[in-house]
């Protein structure tokens, strides 16, 4: 396995705030960053060494990012996969264009953990209004439809409450594939961090308890309740299990129902994720250090809480207009993402508090 020394140069594939975190724990370690993204506003690039704006497609620019770039990463799965496949020729790009390829289609990724022992909530494909009606006498109502691809933050989602909404329900996700979701009765919703290197060693962090309002990751603690503690052993192993199927390098998070059966993967996400923030300060090595040090073939750092309690909370839209109140709050660790319009349901920084 190759190491890579400091001052070796990370890319970033993306210009949100997961990328502004990488960089900033990249530059800790004595890295360079080099970002990557179309958008006008790029969080990232205000953290980052470098900075291109150009669309992910342009060969010239892809080849510019591999001859700069001694490893490629990217900070969201939403990106297309032929400018990751085509870098992967040219440079290390971890996490593998495999990952992203299960993680981009919900039906692979269903079956592709369903095939490695995962528990699954009752699912069907649906490429048509027939088949979505016919999926309904199978999978049953209350029921959630998700469209194939896209989609986050409760996006890209309609819930059924009977076969009767069918035709409107399809409507809604434009007609678009997509996977009919049976309901789940579960106690707690819980995610399992995983960093892996590129030779199989990993290290995972304890679950947090994550709660969601409207779609949206609202708040994640530790602790996790007795409920989603007694579950963590199985969801880890299958965590471990799908990354050593993808031979993995990175961050990993797998998200999880706690039930009475057990836990119930929900979904993945090949990156360092909103559910990990609370590492920053409530781990002794974050999500964002141990995913540079998984890419670059470095020790993994320690998981293990550094107090006795962690909150993570997220502020959404104007809830980042408190920063003033948070700063005065003792033990608040505030992270802003440097965005510029506060709008309904966007993320725009999170509160971390760790209690000794």
């Known amino acids: 396995m190759r190491t890579l020394p400091p001052g070796s140069t990370i890319g970033i594939l993306g210009g949100g705030q997961l990328g502004r ?5 990249a530059a800790e370690l004595g890295y360079h ?18 900075f291109t704006r150009a669309d992910y497609h342009s060969r010239i620019v892809l080849d510019e990012m591999a001859a700069r770039c001694d490893v490629v990463t990217y900070e969201f799965e939403n990106i297309a996969l032929e400018p990751v496949t085509y870098l992967a020729g040219k440079v ?8 992203l390829e299960i993680a981009q289609d919900r039906a692979n990724e ?5 095939g490695l ?77 995983l960093a892996r290197r590129p030779d199989g060693a990993s290290a995972s962090y304890p679950p947090p308890w994550n709660e969601h309002e409207d779609g949206i990751l609202a708040r994640s603690s530790l602790p996790a309740p007795a409920e989603i503690a007694s ?20 961050v990993l998070a797998c998200e999880f129902f706690a039930t009475a059966d057990g836990p119930v993967f ?4 090949p990156r360092v994720h909103n559910s990990g923030h609370w590492t920053i300060e409530g781990a002794t090595c974050s999500q964002f250090e141990n995913h540079v040090r998984a890419i670059c073939g470095l ?12 909150e993570m909370r997220n502020l959404i839209g104007d809830e980042a207009d408190r920063w003033a109140d948070l700063l005065a709050e003792p033990g608040t660790h505030l992270h802003l993402y440097g965005k510029g319009e506060a709008r309904p349901g966007r993320k725009m920084g999170h509160v971390t508090r760790v209690s000794r």
């Not at 975190?21 to 724990?25: E, K, N, T």
């Not at 929900?266 to 996400?269: G, K, P, S, T, V």
């Open 92 to 99: 290390p790009v971890h996490p593998a264009p495999r990952a």
């Open 266 to 269: 929900n979904e993945m996400a």
């Open 117 to 193: 022992g995962g528990r699954t909530a009752p699912w069907a494909k649906v490429t048509s209004l027939a088949e979505l009606e016919a999926a309904l006498a199978t999978v049953g109502a209350p029921a959630i439809l998700k469209t194939l691809r896209l989609g986050y933050d409760g996006k890209g989602q309609v819930r059924l409450r009977s076969a009767d909404e069918a035709a409107a329900a399809w409507e809604a996700i434009g007609g678009r594939p997509a996977i009919l979701e049976g309901f789940v009765t579960f106690t707690h919703e819980f995610s399992i961090l």
């Open 299 to 310: 020790p993994l750092g320690e998981t293990s809480l550094t107090g006795a309690a962690v």
């Open 33 to 50: 960053t080099h970002i990557l993204a179309p958008d006008a506003e790029s969080v990232a690039a205000q953290t980052a060494s470098s």
């Open 21 to 25: 975190m990488l960089a900033s724990a």
């Open 231 to 250: 579950q963590w052993t199985e969801a880890a192993a299958l965590a471990g299990r799908i990354a050593e199927a993808l031979e993995y390098a990175g």
């Open 110 to 114: 269903k079956a592709f953990v369903g």
